[in-house]
C-alpha cells in the first residue's frame, strides 16, 4: 500500500518568514496529494491540494509544487502569520480514488515565532 | 462548521467496557470515514461506508465495527476497550466516493478515553 512521510515533524519559523513542509511518497501511480490543517484541539481542514497533471498550485500566501518523478510533494507558506500555527498533514491517494484510499502523513507542527 | 456532527465530544471508559461513537454526514454526502488519532499521531484511516455500504476497510482492529444506517448517520462500536485505544476520533464526510472534487469535511471528533 501506499507509504506517506512527512518532514520535518517540528517546525519553527519566525512571524513574516517562510516555512516549507515536505512529503514523498511510494506508490508512483498516486495522482491526488491534499494538505489538512488542524489547529489546536480543533478538526482537519482542507487547506488546498494537487493532483499529478500539474506541477503547482497557488492560494493566496499558499502554495503546493509535485515532482512526480522524485514522488515528492511540498506545501509553501509564505510571509507566515500567527494564525497558521498548527499541525499540517499531507496525504495521497492512488488514481480514481479521491478520498478512498487516502494515506495521511505524521504530520508537521508549525510555530510560528512573533 | 463542517456540518459533520460527531456525539459524543468525550467519553471517558473503562478497560474492557464497550462505547459507541456516532456521526451525522453533511446534508447530502453519502460517504462516510472514521479515523483514529492518537497522541501526537497522524491520521489513521479505520473504515469507510458508502450510501449504507462498506466501501473500504484501513487497519481496524477486529474489536471496531461500523455501519452506517439508511438516515447515513454512521456509528462506530469499540469494544473490549484497551488502554491503548485511548484517542481522538474523527468522522468525514465527502459527497462522492472516488474523486477528488469532493474533499473530507471532518466532523470536531470524540475523545475517548479508556481508564
Known amino acids: 500500500g501506499e507509504n506517506v512521510e512527512q518532514h520535518p515533524s517540528t517546525l519553527s519559523v519566525q512571524e513574516g518568514d517562510s516555512a516549507v513542509i515536505k512529503c514523498t511518497y511510494s506508490?508512483?501511480?498516486?495522482?491526488?496529494f491534499p494538505w489538512y490543517k488542524q489547529e489546536l484541539g480543533k478538526r482537519p481542514q482542507l487547506i488546498i491540494d494537487?493532483?499529478?497533471?500539474?506541477g503547482e498550485k497557488k492560494d493566496q500566501r499558499i502554495a503546493v509544487t509535485l515532482n512526480k518523478t522524485a514522488k515528492h510533494f511540498s506545501l509553501h507558506i509564505t510571509e507566515t502569520q500567527p494564525e497558521d500555527s498548527a499541525v499540517y498533514f499531507c496525504?495521497?491517494?492512488?488514481?480514481?480514488?479521491?478520498?478512498?484510499?487516502?494515506?495521511f502523513g505524521t504530520g508537521t507542527r508549525l510555530t510560528i515565532i512573533p | 462548521d463542517s456540518g459533520v456532527t460527531q456525539t459524543p465530544k468525550h467519553l471517558i471508559t473503562a478497560t474492557g467496557q464497550r462505547v459507541t461513537l456516532r456521526c451525522s454526514p453533511r446534508?447530502?454526502?453519502?460517504?462516510v470515514y472514521w479515523y483514529q488519532q492518537s497522541l501526537d499521531q497522524g491520521l489513521q484511516f479505520l473504515i469507510q461506508?458508502?450510501?449504507?455500504?462498506?466501501?473500504a476497510k484501513g487497519n481496524i482492529l477486529e474489536r471496531f465495527s461500523a455501519q452506517q444506517f439508511p438516515d447515513l448517520h454512521s456509528e462506530l462500536n469499540l469494544s473490549s476497550l484497551e488502554l491503548g485505544d485511548s484517542a481522538l476520533y474523527f468522522c468525514?464526510?465527502?459527497?462522492?466516493?472516488?474523486?477528488?472534487?469532493?474533499?473530507?469535511?471532518f466532523g470536531n471528533g470524540t475523545r475517548l478515553t479508556v481508564t
Open positions: 494537487i493532483r499529478s497533471n500539474v
Open positions: 446534508s447530502g454526502d453519502l460517504s
Open positions: 506508490d508512483s501511480a498516486s495522482n491526488y
Open positions: 461506508y458508502y450510501n449504507g455500504e462498506e466501501r
Open positions: 496525504a495521497a491517494s492512488p488514481p480514481n480514488f479521491g478520498n478512498e484510499k487516502l494515506t
Open positions: 468525514a464526510s465527502s459527497a462522492r466516493v472516488r474523486t477528488s472534487e469532493s474533499p473530507l469535511h
